[in-house]
Antibody
Framework: QVTLKESGPALVKPTQTLTLTCSFSGFSLSSIGMRVSWIRQPPGKALEWLARIDWDDDKFYRTSLKTRLTISKDTSKNQVVLTMTNMDPVDTATYYC??????????WGQGTMVIVSS | DIVMTQSPDSLAVSLGERATINCKSSQSVLYGSDKKNHLAWYQQRPGQPPKLLIYWASTRESGVPDRFSGSGSGTDFTLTISSLQAEDVAVYYCQQYYSTLAITFGQGTRLEIK
């Protein structure tokens, strides 16, 4: 059974750096073709893809956020980490990690809500 | 980036009736090498993460009831629920993964019971 679970702080202050961890099981990110993405959803709004990391350590970022995002993986721990610098109240959202495949995103975590406020 | 536009923004349908949601992409998502439309549909119930319903525009994900179907090609796509059930109340999103470096979603369509 494939599962993903996001973890991180529920509250960050403006200008701080957010670090989120996606812990997964049921697949290996070292297997050819595997990839994990981060997607966020501001309250009441649509989904927004942020970043992706592939089995071969290729990394891709949303163009508008590229300078603020870093994605990395620890294959031995089955974890993917996303950092976002210079947080702003507009970054308040539920952050999801999801497994990517030829189907799109076939398995999602439950999400973690992050509020940016002083 | 490819812009995905859904219509309508919200929809109210009676139980047992058909619900239709449209999605239009700003450019074709038909991939030349595999001749497949890289378009997926998701269902998001309140307080839940999105759930994959349809991929390649018309292939139902395992376990998804057959009342859900997807159609279309190129830039115009449709999600149809043939007989609305109470548990289908949700927001539905289309998503293109043609441009894998810039995956984009539609704005969502809220489906309610009339």
């Amino acid at each position: 059974q494939v599962t993903l679970k996001e973890s991180g702080p529920a509250l960050v202050k403006p200008t701080q750096t957010l670090t989120l961890t996606c812990s997964f099981s049921g697949f290996s990110l070292s297997s050819i073709g595997m990839r994990v993405s981060w997607i966020r959803q501001p309250p009441g709004k649509a989904l927004e893809w942020l970043a992706r990391i592939d089995w071969d350590d290729d990394k891709f970022y949303r163009t508008s956020l590229k300078t603020r995002l870093t994605i990395s993986k620890d294959t031995s721990k089955n974890q993917v980490v996303l950092t976002m610098t210079n947080m702003d109240p507009v970054d308040t959202a539920t952050y999801y990690c999801a497994r990517g495949s030829y189907k799109g995103f076939d398995i999602w975590g439950q999400g973690t809500m992050v509020i940016v406020s002083s | 980036d490819i812009v995905m536009t859904q219509s309508p923004d919200s929809l109210a349908v009676s139980l047992g009736e058909r619900a239709t949601i449209n999605c239009k992409s700003s450019q074709s998502v038909l991939y030349g090498s595999d001749k497949k439309n890289h378009l997926a549909w998701y269902q998001q119930r309140p307080g839940q993460p999105p759930k994959l319903l349809i991929y390649w525009a018309s292939t139902r994900e395992s376990g998804v009831p057959d009342r859900f179907s997807g159609s279309g090609s190129g830039t115009d796509f449709t999600l149809t629920i043939s007989s609305l059930q109470a548990e289908d109340v949700a927001v539905y999103y289309c998503q293109q993964y043609y441009s894998t470096l810039a995956i984009t979603f539609g704005q969502g369509t809220r489906l309610e019971i009339k």
